[in-house]
C-alpha cells in the first residue's frame, strides 16, 4: 500500500525523470538484443533491425508501461485537460460566448438558490433546529391576536406545565422599545423570551451570561438585559465591561447581564433583535398594553416553542397534545371573557380548534417569500436549460465542423471512449470557467437583490457572507456537473460516431446531416421554454402595473410619513395628549407643509384593526368579516384628499368623553350595514369582552372606498374614530401634505422633531411612494427578474435558430445552387427556408403555449388584476418572440437566395 | 526454436520473472534470457509484456530496481527481489503447485 502511494507521488510529480528512465532502459535492452545478434554474425545494421522489429516498437511499449503506472487515468486525464484547453483557445470567440452563458445561466441559479436557502430552507442557528416547534391554535380564537401563530400567555403557561411531548416550552414576543443614549433616543426592536428561552435553544454568552428562569419568575422584578453579539459590536464598539453596566430602555433602567453568542438574533429571519429582556418585563416594555399580570386568555400574542423530546415526531406531539387542548378550550369556553359575547354556534366552532405544530423556523417573511422565490428559482432553471439547450447546438455544429479530427484520432487508433472522455473533459472546462465566474457574479447580484428586497436597517443585518457557504459551493458545483453534461453528452456522442473512412475521404461530411434533427428539437425546445418566461414575464410586469395604477385610491405624490410613540418614554395619557396636540400645531406651521394628519393605525402596512360591531339589524360577526378601524386626527381626510361624500369630517370639537361617540365610515360600510338608508345619523357599537355593549356610535360622514392594509386588496368596510377621544395612545402615524418635493422637507422634519422632543425618536420617515414602493417590492423582484431572465431567454433562442437555420443553409448551398440553375427565382429559396423556420417556430410556440397553461395555476397567486391564461400576454410574447426569431432566421435565408450557382456547384 | 504463440496465462509472467529473480539481480534482458533458459525455451518474453510487468511488479513493491554496469560494461537496470517479493514468490509457487496438480489430476481423469 506504502509503495503504491510512493509510486503514485513519483509518477505524478517525477514523470519526466521516470519518462527518461524507461528510454535508458529500453534503448540499453535493444542494444543487448543487437550486440547479441552481431555476436551471432549478423552485420550492426540488420541486427539492430531485427532487434527493433523483435521488441516491437519503442513507442508502444513506452505507451503501455506508463498505462501500467499507478495514476495514469490522472495522467491521461490532464493529458486530456491540457488538449481541451489547447482545442478551445484556438476558438477563443465560441469559448466567450459559451462561457458567458453558462456564467449568466449558473450565476443566476446559484444566486436564487442562494437567496431561497437564506430565506426560506435554511434552519435556525441554534442547536438541533430541527426538533424545535412552533406551537399554535387553529381556528378562530375569538379575541384579539398578534398574529396567527401567537397563543395567549395562560394558554402557554397549561401547554408548558401539563405536556408530556416536549423536553421543555418557551415563548418570546418581539416589541420595539426606545433606547436613550446621551440627549438623543433610538427605537430598537427588543425580543421579550420567557426564562427557558437560551436555555431550550442551547444558546450561550459570548461575554457574561443570558436569562435564566430565575429572572423570569416574578413580574416586574428583575430589570435585566442580554444584548445581541452585532448591536454590541456596533452600539456599544465591543466594550468587554459592558456587563453590569446599565442602559435606559423606555424609560427604565436595566442591567447589562450579558451578550449573546455571535450569529443568534432572535427566531425570525428578517426581524433581528438587539436586546432580549424577560418576559416578566412585559409591562415596562410595552407600556400600556400587558396580557401577562391581568392573565386574559382572550388576547393571544406570545409565540410558543417546544423542543420534542428525542425520537418523537412532530405528527405524534400533535396528535398527543390534542386532548390537552380540547381540555383547555373546554374550560376557556366557560370563562365569562367568552360567553359574554360568543353565541353557541360560536361555542360549537370554538371547540373544534385545533393543536398544530409548524417547524420552528417559520415566520412571515418565510412564509411570504417561500412562492415568489419558488417561482424566481424555477424562472432561472428554465433560463438554465435552455443556455443548455443552446450549448448542445453549438456543440452539435463544433463537433460536425471536428469531424475530420475525429476520424484522423479514430484512424491512429483511440477509442471512441477516449473521444467521448475528451468531449466531456472540454464540456466539463467550459462549465467549471462558467461556474467560477457565475458564483462571483451570484455574489453581487445576491448582495443588490438583498438590499432590494429587505428594509435598509434589517438589509445591513442580514449578512450575505463574502464567502459562499458549502451549501452554495456544493449547488454551484452539482449544477456545474449536470450542465456540463446536459450540453456535452449528446455532441460527444455524435462526435465520436464518426465514420473513419467516408469523413476522411468525403470533404463535405455527408454523414454530419443527421444531426439536424436533432439541432431542430434544440431550438424548438428553445423557442417554448423562452414564449413561456417572456408569458410569465408578461404577467408579472402587468401584475406590477396594475397594482401601481390602482394606487390606494387617494393622491400619493406629495405625502411624507413617520410613526412615532411618545408612550415607550413613560409619558402619561395627559401628557401623551398633550404632546399630540402641540406637535400638530408645529408641524402645521412648519414651511412647505400644508396639512398634518393623525393615524393610529398605519395605512398600507398590512396592519389591521379589526373589531365585531353590533347595531339594531346586525350582531358580532367572525373575523373575516369585521370591518376594519382606525383613529384618526381632525386634518386627516383633507391631508390625505380623501374627500366626505357625505356629512362632515371631524372637529375638536368632537372631543368627548373615554368613549368613541362619533364616526366616519366609508362606502361599503355603509353599503353593508345599513343598506337603502342614509347612512348619517345611524348608530352602532364596538363588541367588548368585558361587557354588553349598546349602539351608541353615530355616523356623521361618509368617504369613498379606499385602500386599508395592502394594494392587493378589495376595500374593506372601514370606520374611523376622532382619535383624541380614544382611551389609549399607542403609536401613532403621522402623515404630511407638502406643497413640494417632499424629500426635500426630510431633513427639516428630523431636525424639527429633535427639537421638539429629543428622546421620542421618528421612525420610518420617508415619502408615501417610497413607502408604497416598498411595499410591491416582492412584485418588482419578481417582475423585473423574470424581464431579464425573459429577455437573456429570447437572446439565446434567437442565436440557436439563427444557428441552425445558417447551418441548413450552408449545407445546402449545392442543391440550392442546382435550384437556381434550373430557374428558382430568389424569393422561392426564402420560401423554401422561411417555410421550415415557420413549422420549427410554429412547434416551438404550441408546446410553449401548452407548457404554460399546464403552468398557470402555480402562478395564480402571484398576480393581481389578470388571470394566469390570460390571452392577450400571450399573444404578445408569441408575437414577440416570433418577430425576433424570423429576423434572425430571415439573415441566413437571404444569404442563400444570394447564392451564385456556379460557384456553389463547383465548389464540391 | 520456441513455440511463438504459446501465450503466458495470466499471472504465470510475473511467477517467472520473481522466480528469474529468485537467485541473483538481472536487467530486463537478463530477466528475458533466464526466463527462456529456464523454461528451455518454450516461452519467450517480450519487451511489450515484459517492461509493462516490472514496472507493475516494482509499484507492487515485489521488486526494486538500481542503475548499474552489465557484464558488457554497459549502463543497465537490475531489478532484484524485496522481502514482500520473495513472500510472493513462496505464496505463488505454492498456488501454481496446487493448481498444475489438480490440472494434472483432472486431464489424467479423462
Known amino acids: ?908 | 526454436m520456441p513455440t511463438p504463440s504459446s501465450d503466458l496465462l495470466q499471472g504465470t509472467l510475473d511467477l517467472l520473472i520473481l522466480r528469474a529473480l529468485a537467485l541473483q539481480e538481472l536487467h530486463g534482458m537478463g530477466i528475458s534470457r533466464r526466463i527462456a533458459q529456464m523454461t528451455t525455451g518454450t516461452f519467450e518474453v517480450k519487451a511489450g509484456s515484459l517492461f509493462p510487468a516490472l514496472y507493475r511488479m516494482e509499484e507492487a513493491g515485489w521488486l526494486t530496481s538500481s542503475w548499474g554496469e552489465s557484464e558488457t560494461n554497459r549502463r543497465a537496470k537490475f531489478y532484484a527481489l524485496t522481502k514482500t517479493g520473495r513472500k510472493q514468490l513462496k505464496a505463488e509457487t505454492e498456488r501454481w503447485e496446487r493448481i498444475s496438480l489438480a490440472m494434472a489430476t483432472a486431464l489424467r481423469a479423462m
Open chain 1, 1 to 908: 500500500m506504502i509503495s503504491r502511494l510512493l509510486s503514485f507521488w513519483k509518477n505524478l510529480f517525477r514523470r519526466r525523470q521516470l519518462d527518461s528512465d524507461l528510454d535508458d532502459e529500453l534503448r540499453a535492452y535493444l542494444e543487448f538484443q543487437a550486440a547479441e545478434k552481431i555476436r551471432a554474425g549478423m552485420t550492426p545494421e540488420e541486427a539492430y533491425r531485427a532487434a527493433r522489429c523483435e521488441v516491437g516498437g519503442i513507442d508502444q511499449v513506452r505507451q503501455s508501461v506508463r498505462d501500467i503506472r499507478t495514476g495514469a487515468l490522472l495522467d491521461r486525464l490532464t493529458q486530456d485537460i491540457r488538449y481541451g484547453i489547447r482545442t478551445l483557445s484556438r476558438n477563443p470567440g465560441f469559448c466567450w460566448v459559451a462561457v458567458a452563458i453558462l456564467a449568466l445561466g449558473i450565476g443566476a441559479n446559484t444566486a436564487m438558490f442562494s437567496l431561497l436557502d437564506q430565506v426560506v430552507l435554511r434552519l435556525l442557528p441554534v442547536s438541533h433546529p430541527e426538533q424545535l416547534v412552533i406551537v399554535r391554535e387553529t381556528g378562530n380564537h375569538y379575541g384579539n391576536s398578534y398574529g396567527p401563530n401567537t397563543i395567549s400567555w395562560p394558554m402557554f403557561e397549561d401547554l408548558r406545565d401539563n405536556n408530556h411531548v416536549f423536553s421543555g416550552m418557551f415563548c418570546r414576543f418581539p416589541a420595539d422599545v426606545t433606547i436613550g443614549y446621551g440627549d438623543r433616543a433610538a427605537q430598537i426592536p427588543a425580543e421579550l423570551v420567557s426564562g427557558s428561552y437560551f436555555s431550550m435553544l442551547g444558546v450561550g454568552a459570548a461575554l457574561g451570561r443570558t436569562i435564566a428562569p430565575d429572572d423570569d419568575a416574578v413580574p416586574d422584578s428583575k430589570p435585566v438585559v442580554v444584548l445581541s453579539y452585532s448591536f454590541w459590536r456596533t452600539y456599544f464598539n465591543a466594550d468587554r465591561t459592558i456587563v453590569g453596566r446599565t442602559i435606559t430602555l423606555n424609560i427604565h433602567a436595566m442591567t447589562v447581564i450579558g451578550v449573546a453568542q455571535p450569529g443568534f438574533d432572535s427566531m425570525e429571519l428578517g426581524v433581528p433583535a438587539k436586546v432580549f429582556v424577560p418576559i416578566m418585563m412585559k409591562t415596562e416594555m410595552t407600556p400600556r398594553s400587558d396580557g401577562l399580570k391581568d392573565r386574559p386568555r382572550r388576547l393571544s400574542w406570545v409565540t410558543a416553542y417546544g423542543r420534542l423530546k428525542p425520537g418523537i415526531s412532530p405528527e405524534r406531539a400533535q396528535l398527543s397534545l390534542q386532548p390537552l387542548m380540547h381540555s383547555i378550550l373546554e374550560m376557556e369556553a366557560l370563562q365569562p371573557e367568552f360567553t359574554r359575547n360568543a353565541t353557541a354556534a360560536d361555542r360549537q366552532l370554538f371547540l373544534r380548534n385545533r393543536v398544530q405544530l409548524l417547524p420552528g423556523s417559520d415566520n412571515d417573511l418565510r412564509e411570504n417569500m417561500r412562492k415568489p422565490l419558488w417561482l424566481l428559482v424555477a424562472l432561472t432553471g428554465a433560463v438554465l436549460f435552455l443556455a443548455c439547450a443552446n450549448l448542445a447546438n453549438l456543440l452539435l455544429a463544433r463537433a460536425t465542423a471536428r469531424e475530420r479530427e475525429f476520424a484522423v484520432r479514430l484512424a491512429i487508433g483511440a477509442s471512441r471512449a477516449r473521444i467521448v472522455r475528451q468531449l466531456l473533459v472540454e464540456s466539463l472546462l467550459l462549465s467549471g470557467a462558467g461556474a467560477l465566474l457565475g458564483l462571483l457574479l451570484s455574489f453581487l447580484a445576491d448582495r443588490v437583490l438583498v438590499k432590494m428586497y429587505l428594509p435598509a436597517g434589517v438589509a445591513a443585518d442580514f449578512a450575505v457572507s463574502p464567502i459562499p457557504d458549502w451549501r452554495v459551493l456544493g449547488f454551484a458545483l452539482a449544477i456545474m456537473l449536470l450542465t456540463s453534461l446536459a450540453f456535452g453528452l449528446l455532441p460527444a456522442i455524435r462526435g465520436s460516431q464518426t465514420e473513419i473512412t467516408p469523413t476522411l475521404k468525403d470533404r463535405s461530411g455527408v454523414g454530419s446531416l443527421s444531426s439536424i434533427p436533432v439541432r431542430r428539437l434544440l431550438v424548438a425546445i428553445q423557442i417554448a421554454l423562452s414564449l413561456l418566461l417572456l408569458f410569465g414575464t408578461g404577467l408579472f410586469v402587468r401584475t406590477l402595473r396594475n397594482l401601481e395604477n390602482l394606487g390606494p385610491g387617494f393622491p400619493t405624490d406629495h405625502l411624507l410619513t413617520f410613526t412615532i410613540n411618545p408612550s415607550l418614554n413613560g409619558y402619561s395619557d395627559e401628557e401623551t395628549k398633550s404632546f399630540f396636540e402641540r406637535l400638530n400645531i408645529n408641524l402645521e406651521t412648519m414651511p412647505g407643509v400644508s396639512s398634518v394628519g393623525f393615524s393610529t393605525m398605519p395605512l398600507l402596512q398590512g396592519y389591521a384593526w379589526q373589531n365585531a360591531i353590533v347595531g339594531k339589524d346586525f350582531e358580532g360577526a367572525p373575523i373575516e368579516q369585521q370591518p376594519v378601524l382606525s383613529e384618526v386626527g381632525p386634518n386627516y381626510f383633507a391631508t390625505l384628499s380623501i374627500p366626505l361624500i357625505a356629512g362632515r369630517a371631524f372637529t375638536t370639537q368632537d372631543d368627548g368623553p373615554a368613549n368613541y361617540a362619533y364616526s366616519v365610515i366609508n362606502e361599503s360600510f355603509a353599503r353593508k350595514y345599513f343598506p337603502g338608508r342614509n347612512p348619517i345619523g345611524q348608530r352602532f357599537g364596538l363588541v367588548n369582552d368585558m361587557e354588553t355593549v349598546t349602539p351608541d356610535i353615530e355616523v356623521i360622514g361618509v368617504i369613498p372606498d379606499k385602500k386599508y392594509r395592502d394594494l392587493r386588496e378589495t376595500p374593506p368596510p372601514q370606520a374611523y374614530f376622532p382619535y383624541f377621544e380614544g382611551p389609549k395612545f399607542r403609536f401613532m402615524s403621522v402623515y404630511l401634505r407638502t406643497h413640494g418635493d417632499p424629500r426635500q422637507i426630510e431633513g427639516e422634519v428630523r431636525e424639527r422633531m429633535r427639537q421638539f422632543d429629543p428622546h421620542v425618536p421618528v421612525v420610518g420617515l420617508e415619502t408615501m411612494n417610497e413607502q408604497i414602493g416598498f411595499s410591491l417590492r416582492t412584485e418588482r423582484l419578481v417582475a423585473s427578474l423574470s424581464a431579464v431572465f425573459g429577455g437573456l431567454a429570447v437572446l439565446l433562442a434567437v442565436i440557436g435558430l439563427y444557428g441552425v437555420v445558417a447551418y441548413v443553409v450552408t449545407r445546402r448551398r449545392r442543391e440550392i445552387g442546382i435550384r437556381v440553375t434550373l430557374g428558382a427565382m430568389r424569393g422561392s429559396i426564402v420560401a423554401l427556408i422561411m417555410r421550415e423556420v415557420l413549422i420549427l417556430i410554429g412547434t416551438g410556440l404550441i408546446a410553449g403555449t401548452v407548457l404554460a397553461f399546464l403552468m398557470s395555476q402555480w402562478v395564480r397567486s402571484q398576480l393581481f388584476g389578470l388571470s394566469p391564461n390570460d390571452p392577450a400576454t400571450l399573444a404578445a410574447a408569441a408575437v414577440a418572440l416570433s418577430l425576433a426569431a424570423g429576423l434572425a432566421a430571415l439573415v441566413p435565408a437571404l444569404r442563400a437566395s444570394r447564392v451564385d450557382p456556379v460557384t456553389a456547384i463547383r465548389e464540391e
